[in-house]
């Protein structure tokens, strides 16, 4: 399809609209041109690792997405580039860095420093241009460049209600403390009254524009429109343009999963991959707008921010941490610590460490010597517990956690925390022979789960001023053990009502979550969960083993590169590990991990009976087999069926 005809036929779709029936939709790439030259989202991610953290920071960490299959494809037909290792999120960046520096907070935010005062471009003019005839705006991006081009227009500031920056603005937060910038912050997704208003602004329009906008706020724009009803933008016309320098051209898939979230919800959208200016000009020229100028060249300027090579250290830790690359964070530990004194984040790191190597007998013992009353007695209470779970010491497991739940507040981090472990310890009971029959019993007497509606622990609404961000890490927190503990609970009503899961909703669910917050180790124990859930087809040709061994031995792989021996060899917990480990892998997977003696009989037991069963030869049965065994049960007398 030539140019012209694509951009037309886009076009279109808004020509019997007026401006104040449509709504644009802006992000980062509307800014990237001249005069404004600010950074898209990649280079904006750069910029922060060159500037935070250690030198081989990014590259180590692209490596990490390569191995466990973390990658971004072309989303435009058009586009030859291969698929690459996907940059880490810039917010979980971003995040590091702030809680590197707590007593410099506000010039992390420096780094954005071109952001505040940059001029407006010809996408700006056009956006101005619409606002001035009654349109609306919402954008993703901190910049005010819309608003100073209504000025320069105008000749008078902007409406109050005209332009929404549902991330905030520098004109908001001039420090960037409110800005959505940091993971802490957006993981909790919007507030109500964000909700609503977004809600309000789409309901109102007949047809959004999209204009250099990724698509990809995953936990709040995503989870806002997912939330919505299937019929709640039944009507409303959605115009997207992935921008790209090649031939326009209307892919024939969503290129990004909000896309598919705004058609589930009922809106109709329209996808056209090529350059920006090609379809403003033409929806300019439908509008009465003033023609595009033609753009200048680019001035990029990255701002200086001085960071002390302590600062680098600490922010590199935390980074590693956040991405649970568990093999980096032992290097750091033994070459420079944690970068602070405090012995409970120290104790903390070497516990996710003890944990990941299935050295639990140890670190339950490392746990029961801490102090009962510390401030992190609640973390140790749950990880005593989880080291006899993970043990395969259920029993054990079960009391201590019982106990130790009646001693905390419902609707606390620390609850969630220990309910979820609680509830995996009866989840593993009922898949567990010996005990499933006591865990039905408990399963009969445990509550329903509640509503999955997620309560957010008490703090500023984004209208009442900056969050601190102690508060914003520990709102950030609460969300994580919320989502686990809904998680197993809705494991444990499946399992009540002999029903199996609904895959896509859980553990797939979960991988992608744990995914977008840049949590490897995270995405790769759900789907260790998703395989469990998913059992593999009974193939039990040779073609069907080896898919097995090559899909699990994946799983393998990728744990252990990340420096987690328990999550590698977990894997022969998997249904079907049978078909896949010879017995010397087996008990070599077993004699690794710190299980309990009971629980190592246990396993080998129920390996050894499916692994010999799975390499007995099949009979082929005679034909006539059948028939001899229909007619076994006459009588030799009358040739009746006996009674």
């Given at each position: 399809m030539n140019a012209a005809p694509a951009v037309a036929e886009a076009a279109a779709l808004l020509?019997?609209?007026?401006?104040?029936?449509?709504?644009?939709?802006?992000g980062a790439g509307i800014s990237v041109e001249g005069p404004t030259s600010l950074p898209g989202g990649p280079e904006l991610t750069r910029r922060v690792f060159d500037t935070f953290f250690e030198p081989s920071a990014l590259s180590r960490a692209l490596t990490y997405h390569q191995v466990v299959g973390l990658r971004t494809s072309p989303s435009?037909?058009?586009d030859t580039s291969l698929p690459a290792a996907r940059l880490p999120r810039l917010e979980t960046a971003l995040d590091a860095a702030a809680r590197a520096r707590p007593d410099a907070v506000p010039g992390t935010f420096d780094i954005l420093d071109d952001v505040r005062e940059a001029p407006p471009n010809r996408l700006h003019t056009f956006a101005a241009g619409h606002l001035a005839r009654g349109g609306r705006h919402l954008t993703a991006n901190f910049d005010t460049c819309v608003e100073r081009a209504y000025e320069a227009r105008q000749g008078r500031p902007v409406p109050h209600d005209a332009v929404h920056h549902f991330h905030g603005s520098f004109a908001?937060?001039?420090?960037?403390?409110?800005?959505?910038?940091?993971?802490?912050?957006?993981r909790t997704g919007f507030p109500a009254t964000e909700r609503r208003l977004l809600l309000e602004l789409l309901g109102r329009h007949r047809a959004v524009l999209v204009l250099g906008y990724s698509g990809s706020d995953y936990f709040d724009i995503d989870?806002?429109?997912a939330a919505l009803p299937p019929d709640a933008l039944d009507g409303l016309r959605v115009l997207w343009v992935m921008h790209a320098h090649h031939e326009p051209h209307t892919p024939d898939r969503d290129t990004v999963p909000l896309q598919t979230l705004l058609r589930e919800a009922g809106a109709d959208v329209h996808v056209l991959c090529g350059r920006t200016d090609l379809l403003v000009t033409e929806v300019a020229r439908n509008w009465g707008l003033p023609p595009l100028d033609p753009p200048p060249g680019r001035t990029p300027a990255t701002p200086a921010v001085p960071v002390t090579d302590a600062e680098r250290h600490r922010a590199t830790f935390l980074l590693y941490r956040s991405l649970g690359l568990h093999r980096e964070v032992r290097r750091l530990l033994d070459a420079h610590g944690t970068g602070t004194d405090d012995p409970v984040e120290l104790r903390a790191v070497r516990s996710e460490l003890l944990w990941e190597d299935g050295a639990w007998n140890t670190l339950r013992r490392t746990w029961w010597h801490a102090p009962a009353?510390?401030?992190?007695?609640h973390v140790r209470a749950e990880r005593i517990g989880a080291c006899l779970w993970a043990q395969g010491r259920l029993l054990p497991a079960w009391l201590w956690l019982r106990r130790q739940r009646r001693h905390v507040c419902d609707g606390t981090e620390e609850a969630y925390a220990l309910e979820e472990t609680l509830n995996r310890v009866v989840e593993h009971m009922h898949r567990t022979p010996d005990l499933r029959p006591l865990a039905r019993r408990l399963l009969a007497r445990m509550p329903a789960p509640p509503d999955a509606s997620m309560p957010v622990p008490d703090g500023p609404d984004s209208a009442d001023g900056p969050e601190e961000p102690r508060l914003a890490e520990d709102r950030a927190r609460f969300v994580a053990a919320f989502r686990a503990l809904q998680d197993v609970r809705d494991s444990l009503e499946a399992l009540r009502g002999g029903t199996p899961r609904a895959d896509e909703t859980h553990a797939d669910a979960s991988t992608t979550w744990f995914q977008e917050t840049g949590d490897l180790q995270g995405m790769l124990s759900y789907r260790h969960r998703a395989l469990r859930d998913r059992p593999p087809t009974a193939d039990d040709s040779p073609s069907g083993d080896r898919a097995l061994r090559e899909r699990y031995e994946r799983l393998i792989a990728a744990n252990l590169f990340l420096g987690s021996r328990a999550g590698a060899w977990r894997t022969a917990l998997l249904p079907g590990a049978y078909r896949m480990f010879r017995i010397h892998e087996y008990l070599f997977a077993l004699a690794t991990l710190q299980y309990g003696w009971w629980h190592r009989f246990r396993l080998c037991a129920w390996y050894l009976a499916r692994r010999v069963r799975h390499r007995l030869p099949r009979r082929t049965p005679h034909p006539a087999a059948g028939k001899r065994r229909a007619g076994a049960d006459r009588s030799p007398r009358t040739g009746r069926r006996a009674r």
């Open positions: 020509a019997d609209l007026r401006p104040d029936q449509v709504l644009v939709w802006s435009c037909a058009y908001d937060s001039p420090d960037g403390k409110d800005l959505g910038a940091t993971l802490s912050l957006i989870r806002f429109v009353d510390g401030s992190d007695r």
